[in-house]
């Protein structure tokens, strides 16, 4: 699907599509990658798009608060899952809970959701 022109995209927010009952969340990353998720949580089905943007506490020394992933993890909204939109893998440990995600490419300027291809990234 053809989800507008890359300018609609700006970064640090998530931009919500719609393809027939689809509802798709698109985030343009600092880095320039673009994302697009399904608008439900693996969870419990959560509008998981209405959650919060950014980043979490990476795996440290003890003692040691380390931030990373910035603006490359959505928080569902609902029970505070974290997820990674390169991936769509949960973050938290012994959860096999994935977003679903979509294939995304810019295209003269505009960007196109495969919604048939996975978009996960490692
Ligand atoms: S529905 Fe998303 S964390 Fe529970």
Redesign the pocket.
Known sequence: MDAGPIEDFPCGAVHMVREGRHEIGVVRGANGEIYAIANR?P????A?CKGALGGTLMPSEPGELVFGMAGEVLR?P????EFSLRTGKCLFTGLALRLRTYRVEVRDGRVHIDMKERGDRS
């Open positions: 949580c969870h419990r089905g959560g998981i569902c609902w029970h505070g899952y």
